[in-house]
């Protein structure tokens, strides 16, 4: 870690160089007059001042730190440990406090919201443990820190400083919340999802296994199978499954700044998705968001293993900022898919919803679209579009506790 040193004097009067010179004359005047108790005095008080200036200076030296979190991935109400580990790796004991800076988007567990601070004394080659249990308030990207140690003489006159520049990215996932049931229209050409359809497709690989008898020595993979010193056959999507795409039109929100109700929508999209994983169906996302830190804004529908967390950390990044129209994104994430059902999510209906309906229609793919509000000229576009169109309240369950 990236340590910047400071000295921080605490405001007493054994570390006020006005009080060192009156202190010093004192001394003089003590000797000049053979004033042995005053000289003896007055040099013991520069003896603990000069030994606690001397303690401080090395109070930092040989002491290390480090900063860990038992989860850098959480959802929107769920508790995190921020610890923190700290070491006196020498001789002469010192006394430590550790600060955090605390986000707004965190809340710490019975204590102060605006910062964390503990304050210990260490003895030679002693260790101490100082941890937080903090609670995600609200979804986003953070960067916890700069932390903040001070280390100084255990009789507190003087302080020195380190500041480190390193800090630790946490991501907050949208609240998962409870969902009504309701029926979408899928495409399914075999009826059973997942990897027991019995067409399999050689395009798409998720993965290796061992090698089975059975199964043709055509898929075997060489490459796994020189890497495990056994042999390793392909394992294939199926050609045919029911593939869901959730969609997100982020333009409606920025216009309005329906913070509230870009929440609640990312908290809808972040529990179907997962509901939808469950029943075995291939779960894709597709928006015109810009992200926190960049990165891809269309994930194909596939039931590759990390899809799920990929999805999550998307809506987790996703800001209500527009960077393109959804039609472009909506022909990648559907054009090379076949089967492939979409649900739509929007604030209001425009324009953008019924060339998207148009769209899905002339590929043949189904849709069904979510608005947060619903008025007559809402209405007037679900007789245009000719599509299934839903308010928001129709599947989220209003006032609900976390899933």
């Known amino acids: 870690m990236t340590f910047a040193l400071e000295e921080n004097r605490e405001p007493t009067i054994f570390n006020s160089l006005l009080a060192r010179i009156f202190v010093g004359i004192f001394l003089f005047i003590a000797l000049l007059y053979r004033q042995t108790d005053l000289a003896l005095l007055t040099f013991l008080i520069l003896l603990v001042m000069s030994a606690a200036k001397i303690w401080s200076s090395m109070s930092l030296y040989r002491v290390r730190c480090t900063i860990n979190v038992n989860k850098q991935r959480v959802f929107s109400g769920?508790?995190?440990?921020?610890?923190?580990?700290?070491?006196?790796?020498?001789?002469?004991?010192?006394?430590?406090?550790?600060?955090?800076?605390?986000?707004?988007?965190?809340?710490?567990?019975?204590?102060?919201?605006?910062?964390?601070?503990q304050e210990a004394g260490l003895l030679w080659y002693q260790r101490a443990q100082l941890h937080w249990d903090l609670v995600a308030r609200r979804r986003g990207v953070y960067r916890m820190g700069p932390d903040c140690i001070r280390a100084g003489d255990l009789l507190g006159f003087f302080e020195k400083e380190k500041r480190s520049q390193d800090s630790i990215s946490i991501l907050v996932y949208p609240r998962l919340v409870r969902l009504k049931s309701f029926s979408l229209p899928m495409r399914d050409l075999f009826g059973v999802p997942g990897a027991k359809s019995p067409v399999k497709d050689p395009v798409y690989i998720l993965g290796t296994r061992d090698y089975q008898p059975s199964g043709p020595s055509r898929h075997i993979?060489?490459?796994?199978?020189?890497?495990?010193?056994?042999?390793?056959?392909?394992?294939?999507?199926?050609?045919?499954?029911?593939?869901?795409?959730?969609?997100l039109e982020v333009g409606s929100f920025e216009k309005i700044t329906a913070k509230e109700a870009f929440e609640h929508t990312l908290e809808v999209i972040a529990s179907l998705a997962v509901q939808l994983q469950d029943r075995g169906c291939a779960v894709g996302l597709a928006t015109n968001g810009i992200l926190t830190g960049g990165g891809l804004s269309v994930l194909p529908a596939t039931r590759a293993p990390g899809q799920l967390p990929?999805?999550?950390?998307?809506?987790?990044?996703?800001?209500?900022?527009?960077?393109?129209?959804?039609?472009?994104?909506?022909?990648?994430?559907?054009?090379?898919?076949?089967?492939?059902?979409?649900?739509?999510?929007?604030?209001?209906?425009?324009?953008?919803?019924?060339?998207?309906?148009?769209?899905?229609?002339?590929?043949?793919?189904?849709?069904?679209?979510?608005?947060?509000?619903?008025?007559?000229?809402?209405?007037?576009?679900?007789?245009?579009?000719r599509a299934g169109m839903h308010t928001l309240d129709?599947?989220?369950?209003?006032?609900?506790?976390?899933?």
Request: aromatic fraction near 6%; hydrophobic fraction near 40%; include cysteine.
């Open 394 to 403: 129709e599947i989220r369950i209003r006032g609900n506790e976390p899933a």
């Open 78 to 117: 769920e508790t995190l440990v921020l610890e923190t580990r700290v070491e006196n790796a020498k001789l002469l004991p010192v006394r430590l406090r550790v600060q955090w800076s605390l986000d707004s988007a965190f809340r710490r567990v019975g204590g102060d919201e605006h910062g964390l601070r």
């Open 310 to 385: 990929a999805i999550l950390e998307i809506l987790a990044r996703l800001q209500a900022a527009q960077k393109s129209t959804m039609q472009p994104i909506m022909r990648q994430a559907t054009g090379s898919r076949r089967g492939t059902s979409c649900i739509y999510f929007a604030y209001r209906a425009g324009p953008a919803v019924v060339e998207t309906a148009k769209a899905c229609r002339q590929q043949n793919i189904p849709i069904t679209f979510f608005v947060c509000r619903s008025d007559p000229e809402s209405e007037a576009i679900r007789q245009e579009s």
């Open 221 to 247: 993979h060489w490459k796994a199978s020189a890497r495990h010193l056994r042999l390793q056959e392909k394992v294939f999507e199926p050609s045919q499954q029911e593939k869901v795409m959730l969609a």
